[in-house]
């Protein structure tokens, strides 16, 4: 049943980019030219220092273009849980508690313009960045990348469940999670080792980013980690990392649901 819920779902997304077509293009345009400026600050950047910390242009578009990836994937199938705080601050999250689905899913599942916009765009410019990088393409690669790319989508979608818990005690959570979303797109253009070694522990083992793009890219390049005096080997820990992470929101949100009362709208 959730199965042919879920493809429903999916039905009435593609339905309506048809329908609204001027939109999509338009959420599009948005979208390139957003990953377009961080792209061209980037070069910007390493145009007056060549090399940032033993990283060069390619290999700052290359970590940039793995966060983009596992980003893009999450928006792509699991931003709307985001809007969990602004369903329960207007009592429309309640109606979830009576139906015979999972909330979560229903969470998921709420009908809006969702495009796969930006994992168009995350897929292009890998395919781009790979080879300027000097990555080599094999077996090795294919079997990875994918692994990385859910890995990632799963820390992003285990903050956003956790924020969203929150709102089930703290209604008004949306400054929390602009700063966490703020957290993670600008730390995470930039490689870690560049940092103050707090800012490393925190974006290494307390929100967990830089396993989306920064220590699967020094596995990819074969670079020496320059933050936290790790093997390279760490990297093939993303996709753990991700269901770790995702696991342990999910439980929290589990008891968050078990303590819901509701706003009483």
């Not at 995350?122 to 990875?144: E, H, K, N, Q, S």
Request: charged letters at 15%; a neutral charge.
């Amino acid at each position: 049943m959730s199965l042919a819920a879920y493809a429903q779902y999916w039905r009435i997304n593609l339905l309506t980019i048809v329908e609204y077509r001027a939109n999509f293009f338009m959420w599009f345009g948005f979208t390139f030219v957003y990953h377009a400026t961080a792209i061209a600050a980037l070069w910007v950047t390493l145009h007056e220092f060549p090399s940032m910390n033993g990283w060069d242009f390619r290999e700052m578009a290359f970590l940039y273009a793995l966060w983009m990836l596992g980003h893009a994937f999450h928006n792509t199938f699991f931003f709307t849980v985001g809007d969990v705080p602004v369903m329960v601050r207007e009592g429309r999250f309640d109606r979830f508690l009576i139906r015979p689905l999972d909330p979560l899913f229903q969470a998921m599942t709420v009908p809006q313009q969702v495009w796969p916009d930006e994992l168009i765009l995350a897929i292009a410019l890998l395919c781009i960045a790979t080879p300027l990088a000097g990555v080599r393409v094999d077996a090795l690669f294919f079997a990875y990348v994918p692994l990385v790319m859910i890995g990632g989508a799963l820390i992003d979608f285990g903050m956003n469940l956790a924020i969203a818990t929150l709102s089930f005690w703290v209604i008004r959570i949306d400054a929390l999670r602009w700063v966490v979303m703020s957290l993670e797109q600008d730390f995470t253009r930039y490689p870690i080792s560049i940092y103050l070694r707090s800012v490393r522990f925190v974006l290494s083992f307390v929100f967990p980013f830089a396993f989306m793009n920064y220590f699967p890219a020094t596995f990819l390049l074969h670079k020496t980690d320059g933050a936290m005096r790790l093997s390279p080997w760490i990297g093939l820990l993303t996709p753990l990392v991700g269901i770790a992470w995702f696991s342990l929101s999910y439980a929290f949100w589990r008891v968050g649901l078990e303590r819901y009362q509701g706003t009483g709208s």
